[in-house]
Structure formats: C-alpha cells, structure tokens
C-alpha cells in the first residue's frame, strides 16, 4: 500500500510524502495518480526469501520533468521495510525507514534493501537437530546393550 500525505516543514514550506507500507509487498503505480504528470518507470518490491534470511528490496525510477506548478520543489520518498536497512542508493535511513529527497524536474533512481533473521526459525531448527541426534544416538546405544 502507498501511503501520501502533504504536510508543512519547519520551514513552513509543502512537503509531499509517499511511504510503502511494508504490510502490502506488491507492485505498485499509485504515485503517478497522486502527482499528475509524474512518471515512474521501473517500479518494483521484491522479496527474497532465504528460509533463515528474507531481504526486501524495492527500486523506484522517478521522472519528474512535467510536474505541474503548484506541486512543491521538493518532496519526500520514503519505504518502510521490514528488518534493517543494509543496501540502499542516495537519500538516508533510520532503522527500517529508506528516505530520499526528490525535486521537481529531475530523475531520481531509488533503491534500498533491507534485511531480515528469522532468529526463531535458527533456534528451533538447533533444537530439533539436538533432539534427532539424542533419539540416534540413544537408539544405537541401546542396540548395543
């Protein structure tokens, strides 16, 4: 899901803000609809799924030359993903938030990645490998005796 709102800066100036909800992980076009004029090419979030690991990436390429007017000169970007950002192009990040900063008439390619450790799933699967030894290793053992 794509989430936008408008709010004023601190310097008083319009700031346009666009956020991936990290909850809906599917191909998106909506910003195009909210900026009349701008064009997005290339847009994508992808997950990748290790078992252990998951990473989500999401790339965005932004045209934004025939903004009109009464749009602001600068605006927000940002994707929030789950785990923590290792990978990311321009802008900044806090934690899981990618930022960037985009300005009417240029293009912009975004990129970021993030990282997920399914720490549960590590743990439970050293349990049931200690649990299967024992029950081996018990089972010969009594085979012996």
């Known amino acids: 899901m794509l989430n936008t709102d408008i709010y004023l800066a601190p310097d008083g100036k319009p700031v346009f803000s666009a956020t991936i909800d990290k909850k809906g992980t599917s191909k998106l076009g ?46 927000v970007f940002s994707a929030d993903l789950p785990g923590k950002i290792t990978k990311m192009k321009g802008g900044s990040f806090q934690e899981s938030k990618a930022i960037w900063q985009l300005e009417v008439g240029k293009d912009v390619d975004v990129y970021a990645e993030s990282k997920i450790v399914r720490w549960w799933l590590i743990v439970l699967t050293l349990l049931v490998t200690i649990v299967l030894l024992y029950v081996i290793i018990a089972t010969r053992w009594r085979k012996k005796a």
């Open 30 to 75: 909506v910003l195009s609809n909210a900026i009349k004029g701008a064009d997005i090419y290339g847009q994508d979030i992808e997950k990748v799924d290790y078992g252990f690991v998951a990473y989500y990436r999401v790339s965005y390429n932004f045209s934004l030359a025939n903004v009109p007017s009464y749009v602001p000169s600068k605006f």
